[in-house]
C-alpha cells in the first residue's frame, strides 16, 4: 500500500477531468484507461503505482455505470450474476499474475489482443442480422465457452486492463444476442467487477496512491453515469465501428512502445 505524495490542486483538477473524461469514454468505449493511465503518469506516479491507481479508481466508474444503466440492464440479473462470478475469479487471478510476475510479456500480449478484438467488431454482429431484444438460447451465461473467454478477459482486466472493455464487449457481441446498448450495459458490470477484485489485492498488496484515487475516482464517478445515456442516443453500427477505430489505435500505441 502506498500513501502517495500530496497532489496539488491543480493536479487534483487535471485527474478530476480526466475522470469525467475516461468515465464517460469507458462507458461508452471500454478505453478508459488511455486517458486516466497517462493522467497518472503525468502528474508524476510510476508506471505499475499509476496501474494499480488507475484500478482502483476505476471501481467509481461501475458505480456510476450501474447507476446510469438501470433501463439496460433489466431482465439480465441472472446473465450478470452467473457471468459476473467468472469474471470476479478472472480479476483476483490477474492482479496476482500482476503482484508476482513482472508486467513485461502480458504488456506484449496486449496489443494483439486489442487489435484482434477491434477487427471483430467491424464484423457483421448478431444485432445486425437479428435486429431487436431477446436471449439466443446456449448464450444466457451457460455457454462453456463464453464462460471461458469472459474469465479470460477478466484476467487480462485484473492484470493490466488497457481497451479490456473493448475485448469484452467483441466477446460479448458475438456471443450474446442482445441490442448493443444491453450487451454495452453488460460490459461495463463485468469490468466492474473484475476491477473490483483487482482493486482489493492492490489495496492490500500493491502499490496505490490515495491522493490521486480520490479526484480520478471522483471524475469516473461522474463520467460512468453519464456515459450509458450517450449509448442509447448512438446507432449501433456507428458506435461498433468507433469504437473498432479506437481499439486499433490504441493497439499500434502499445505496440510501438511494447516493442520498440
Not at 503518469?41 to 505499475?48: K, S, T, V
Not at 481497451?163 to 458475438?174: E, F, K, Q, S, T
Not at 469516473?220 to 450509458?228: I, Q, S
Request: hydrophobic share 55%; charged share 10%; proline share 6%.
Amino acid at each position: 500500500m502506498c500513501l502517495g505524495r500530496v497532489v496539488t490542486v491543480a493536479e487534483a483538477l487535471a485527474l478530476v477531468a480526466a475522470g469525467v473524461v475516461a468515465g464517460v469514454i469507458s462507458t461508452v468505449v471500454g478505453l478508459a484507461s488511455v486517458v486516466s493511465y497517462p493522467a497518472l503518469l503525468a502528474i508524476g506516479l510510476p508506471p505499475l503505482a499509476a496501474n494499480m491507481t488507475n484500478t482502483v479508481a476505476l471501481l467509481f466508474t461501475g458505480v456510476g455505470a450501474a447507476a446510469g444503466s438501470r433501463p439496460e440492464l433489466a431482465g439480465q440479473a441472472t446473465r450478470i450474476r452467473r457471468l459476473g462470478t467468472i469474471a470476479a475469479v478472472g480479476g483476483g487471478a490477474g492482479a496476482a499474475l500482476l503482484l508476482i510476475t513482472p508486467p513485461q510479456t502480458f504488456v506484449r500480449v496486449a496489443p494483439v489482443l486489442i487489435g484482434a478484438a477491434s477487427l471483430a467488431l467491424l464484423a457483421p454482429s448478431r444485432q445486425d442480422r437479428a435486429p431487436g431484444p431477446g436471449i439466443e438460447p446456449g448464450h444466457d451465461g451457460r455457454s462453456p465457452w463464453l464462460l471461458a473467454c469472459v474469465s479470460g478477459v477478466a484476467v487480462y482486466i485484473g492484470y493490466f486492463g488497457a481497451a479490456g472493455g473493448i475485448v469484452m464487449l467483441a466477446l460479448l457481441i458475438a456471443m450474446v444476442a442482445e441490442p448493443l446498448a444491453r450487451v454495452n450495459a453488460v460490459k461495463n458490470m463485468l469490468g466492474a467487477v473484475a476491477n473490483a477484485v483487482a482493486a482489493v489485492a492492490f489495496a492490500v498488496f500493491g502499490h496505490v496512491d490515495w491522493a490521486a484515487v480520490v479526484p480520478l475516482a471522483g471524475g469516473f464517478l461522474v463520467g460512468g453515469w453519464t456515459g450509458p445515456a450517450l449509448v442509447r442516443r448512438i446507432p449501433g453500427r456507428v458506435l461498433r465501428i468507433g469504437v473498432a477505430v479506437c481499439g486499433l489505435l490504441v493497439a499500434v500505441k502499445l505496440g510501438i512502445s511494447a516493442y520498440r
